[in-house]
């Protein structure tokens, strides 16, 4: 992969693979963690807003010159990163980039479409609180983090809605859209006609504003994991419980040792097609799918950001089971973080490595993932690491650095810059009867930094 810098401080990031389709991304470092008690919200309004009127062209001619495109373009806000990407026929690159920069450089926003997607994400927003899945890992981070960085909202919410004016969104835009906060990344494309294409659109620069103070003080700000609980008492056919710890940052040399431990503890849902590969041979199917059939699901994931993580167990049942579902998932935990009986053994450690990479080269063949790949590492690395270079590192793990990760993680003693507190974050949303007090147990078996504490 090649990196240049254009003068105005754009970097444009690429790889040649050969085919005959191309991908193409713009990623801006900004997102809902920049955002302050005054613009929350307004990430989520703004990347709707993507593809809408310009200066230069009506909403109508921009809809037709992305229906041209095929229409494969899409915008996504997150909590570090608010991405522009496309995959196209190689000979429409000129086209796309223009796009982008038309978009990114000159929009409209105009009040009346402004208005058009308050009320659509008013629908998206009612509609995805009615799903546990896809709610319960934002009330993660909002108590994680409480009231800080990775704890703001991706979500506008809905009492935010109508305070997001155009100015706003203008506001947002001229102080987080800036050259040094942009990477331009292209796949499947010549390096230096990407670069020339993206110093025509990208260099004069009406997006060139003087950095404005605040900008530095916030994007300085330090993610600070607090931990807590949330408990949401709704009557739903099942409990959706989320217990986790603070991670890793994307720059912590632990990070593959952490991503095999994922992979080793695996999990799903119960009705998932089995088979070799499919994880069904992972520690949570095996010690908690497949022993005890009243769970209904059961995951470990891992979030990684530029200088924390979350990593933790989702699990959910019938609410008879409430009582004994905690116990089950602190086992898990308690399990991974020891050498004795029930401990990570040296086969199950190679076959998680084997799967984090398959899955690694696997999802590298797409095109998009590649794209995103490359345009998020250069955005946070300031280069690519080399896919060889990760497989080595995974190679590398050993059970011992498998099983003191796992310890430094589960027993809150990670140190990461904006020094968390190391307790738990607990989430649990459902019909909550009998379920116990989640911190006790944890505490009970070692988990998370607390106040009586032998490790303090």
Known sequence: SLVSSLSNGIRVATENTPGHFSAVGVYVDAGSRYETPQTTGVSHILDRMAFKGTTTHTSEQTQAILES????????????????????????????????????????????????????????????????????????????????????????????????TPELIRDYMSIWYRPERIVIAAVGAKHEDVVELVNKHFAASSILHPTQPTTSTIAAQKAHYTGGTLLLDKSQPHTHLYISFEGLSIHDPDIYALATLQMLLGGGGSFSAGGPGKGMYTRLFTNVLNQYSWVESCMCFNHCYTDS????????????????????????????????????????????????????????????????D?????????????????????????????????????????????????????VAQGNLNGLPDVVKICERYGLGKHSSSKWL
Request: proline share 4%; hydrophobic share 40%.
């Open 69 to 164: 495109l095929g229409g494969n373009v899409m915008c996504a806000s997150g909590r570090e990163a608010i991405m522009y990407q496309s995959a196209i026929f190689s000979q429409d690159l000129s086209k796309v980039i223009a796009l982008f920069a038309d978009v990114i450089r000159n929009p409209l926003i105009d009040p009346a479409e402004v208005a058009e997607q308050q009320q659509t994400a008013l629908y998206e927003i009612q509609e995805i609180w009615q799903k546990p899945e896809m709610i319960m890992p934002e009330l993660l981070h909002t108590v994680a983090y409480k009231n800080n960085t990775l704890g703001n909202p991706m979500l506008c919410p809905e009492e935010r809605l109508n305070t997001i």
């Open 374 to 426: 490359l345009g998020r590492q250069v955005q946070v690395h300031g280069y690519k690491i080399p896919v060889e270079v990760m497989c080595k590192k995974i190679d590398d793990v050993t059970l011992e650095d498998l099983v003191r990760v796992a310890r430094k993680i589960v027993r809150g003693h990670v140190v990461n810059e904006g020094k968390g507190t190391g307790q738990v974050t607990v």
């Open 309 to 372: 993580g979350l990593f933790g167990i989702m699990a959910s049942c019938r609410p008879e089971y409430n009582r004994v579902l905690v116990d089950v998932i602190a086992k898990q935990f308690e399990s991974v973080a020891s050498y004795g009986r029930g401990g990570v053994t040296q086969m199950e450690l190679s076959r998680a490595k084997n799967q984090l990479k398959s899955s690694l080269l696997m999802n590298l063949e797409s095109r998009m993932v590649q794209l995103e």
